[in-house]
């Protein structure tokens, strides 16, 4: 009886699986964590048109792309810099004819809604003792931020003693711009930087921003594009295309990305 | 060698006695010789594969890399630290909790073994509420100056959160297993409850308190989840070996499996050095 009840379950799952192997109804999206608000948006309005079932996994790309290259299997990659794609491009991971640049994005200073460090300028972020947040230089953010630094350091009116007052404030380098946004938003540390976009329709009661002049500002560029290893890859370049329709578009403004 | 292990254990007696048949015998115990190789196999493979894979890659130079060396100089200091705090609060606590009983014992009990079965990341969260600058108790410490998140403080905070219980746990078992009887006779002999308590339950408990206090600095150098979340990430400051070992994964690999090797290394020699310990101490306790 116990056997028969046993075999049963065990048939029970075995099918399930094979289910749910064969499903290609499935996409799954390896996405740059700073996509998180905007994808997951634009994820639910193409399973609502399509019937598809998106998954989005969400993390720094580095780490995902550190996933790919050890054997993760995703359909569509989306890249917070050239810099990872290019890479992974040139290993041979990506289907290079479907990579294209699909927005861009700027850096800002972001602070708790009530601000504890008054800061009001990037000048401020150099006073001893405001606590600072950034990413591993890994981490696109992460770099993006140096590169803003070093731009800072260059001009006459900040100079390179700026960029080691702001530095030696930092407490800690994030793996992933949600890690950040969130420790900010909770008004654990006085500033970070972080990306226009991560200022969310839901976050700006929490957070504010102090605005990196353009002459200073980097230009940070998205990259999407479907896998070589894609399950589904007709499925992932509708989804790209549905990514760069107006209706994408739309939905990547409204998160203060500019697409392109 | 394998066999003589399976003898004493359960089961072989049945098998003596006859009355198990010997095709039945002996494809239990090909079966659990299997077991025990592929059991073996599923730790040593893994361990294994990091040396190997790390061979090509790792050199001296990786070695003394800043990152490795922070991390490790952290590492040590913390998980040392956190230990010793933990013993100096944890054994007094568990021998009051061995032997006496006080209103609400069983709910402190549960309470101390929480830490366990939550996960290291709610911990985190938990102690960033607790203890951050806008925490329920961080910000009156940050009116009177005091922070505690995201420095090398908050790392020690995070290690001994999670690796007090497994102290109190075995400490308490070892102070349990301390017969009264022992201690009611040096009382009779006019010892004071301290003398007895110093002279008698300590030294007869010492065994369980090294191997208490081993498993937390064990726990302690491993921790992870709790420490990222309410000690952030910054290199020499809160940034720990396994936290180092993340980051660096998402970069240079070499300095990751460089530092997973140095971890592997500890943990082994302190495996070592528990059983080389207690074996002498169990040696030294027979002859007396």
């Known amino acids: 009886m116990i056997k028969e009840t046993v075999a049963a379950i065990l048939a029970i799952f075995v099918i399930a699986t094979l289910a ?43 780490a995902l792309r550190t996933q790919v290259e050890q054997g993760a299997i995703a359909d569509v990659f989306v890249s917070a810099n050239k810099k990872h794609m290019d890479g992974l491009m040139a290993e041979g991971f990506m289907d290079n004819d479907t990579v294209s640049i699909f927005t861009e994005n700027r850096m800002v200073v972001i602070v708790p809604a009530d601000n504890p460090a008054d800061i009001q300028s990037l000048s401020d972020l150099s006073e001893p003792g405001v606590m600072i947040i950034t990413g ?42 949600s890690n950040l946004v969130s420790k900010i938003a ?44 894609a399950e589904n890859p007709d499925e992932a370049s509708s989804f790209i295309e549905f990514v760069v329709s107006p209706e994408g578009r739309a939905v990547l403004e409204r998160y203060g990305f500019q697409p392109v | ?54 061979a090509s890659g790792v050199t001296l130079e990786t070695l003394w890399n800043p990152v490795v060396i922070d991390a490790l100089t952290l590492s040590l200091f913390t998980a040392t630290t956190s230990v010793v705090i933990v013993i100096i609060l944890g054994t007094p606590l568990s021998y009051l909790n061995a032997r006496f009983d006080y209103p609400g014992k069983e709910i402190a009990d549960s309470l101390i073994e ?14 960033l509420m607790a203890f951050g600058r806008m925490g329920v108790l961080g ?17 020690v905070v995070a290690q001994i959160f999670v690796s007090m219980p497994f102290y109190l746990r075995q400490a308490r078992i070892s102070f349990e297993d301390v017969d009264l009887v022992l201690e009611n006779a040096a009382r009779t002999l006019g010892a004071s409850r301290t003398r007895v308590f110093f002279s008698v339950t300590l030294p007869i408990a010492t065994n369980g308190l090294i191997s208490g206090a081993i498993m937390a600095f064990a726990r302690a150098l491993g921790e992870f989840g709790a420490t990222i979340m309410f000690a952030g990430n910054f290199q020499g400051k809160t940034q720990t070996m396994p936290l180092a070992i993340y980051t660096a994964m998402q970069g240079d690999l070499d300095v990751s499996l460089c530092l997973a090797l140095i971890l592997v290394a500890i943990s082994f020699a302190i495996i070592a050095a528990v059983k080389m310990l207690t074996r002498r101490m169990y040696k030294s306790d027979v002859r007396d």
């Open chain 1, 20 to 62: 749910g192997a064969s499903d290609t109804d499935e996409l799954v999206v390896f996405c740059a964590a700073s996509l998180t608000g905007a994808f997951g948006e634009i994820g639910e309005i193409y399973e609502d048109d399509t019937g598809v079932d998106v998954i989005l996994n969400f993390d720094g790309t580095q």
């Open chain 1, 136 to 177: 591993v230089k890994d981490a696109p953010f992460g770099s993006y931020t140096l590169q803003v630094l070093d731009n800072l350091a260059n001009d006459s009116t900040y100079g390179p003693e700026y960029r080691e007052a702001v530095m030696s404030n930092v407490i800690s380098q994030e793996t992933s711009v």
């Open chain 1, 186 to 229: 909770l008004g654990e540390a006085d500033a970070g930087f972080a990306y226009q976009s991560d200022i969310s329709p839901k976050l700006s009661e929490q957070v504010s921003k102090v605005e990196i002049p353009d002459q200073y500002n980097v230009v940070a560029e998205y990259p999407l594009g479907v896998l070589m290893e």
């Open chain 2, 1 to 54: 060698m394998v066999s003589s292990q399976f003898e004493r254990g359960f089961g072989w007696g049945l098998i003596k006695e006859g009355r198990i048949s010997g095709f039945r015998r002996r494809a239990l115990k090909v079966g659990l010789a299997l077991l025990l190789v592929f059991a073996a196999a599923f730790i040593a493979l893994p361990v294994a594969s990091l040396f190997i894979k790390s």
């Open chain 2, 114 to 127: 929480l830490p366990v079965v939550m996960p290291p990341m709610v911990g985190g969260i938990a102690l």
């Open chain 2, 139 to 155: 910000q009156h410490l940050h009116a009177c100056g005091v922070n505690i998140a995201f420095t090398t403080v908050a790392v």
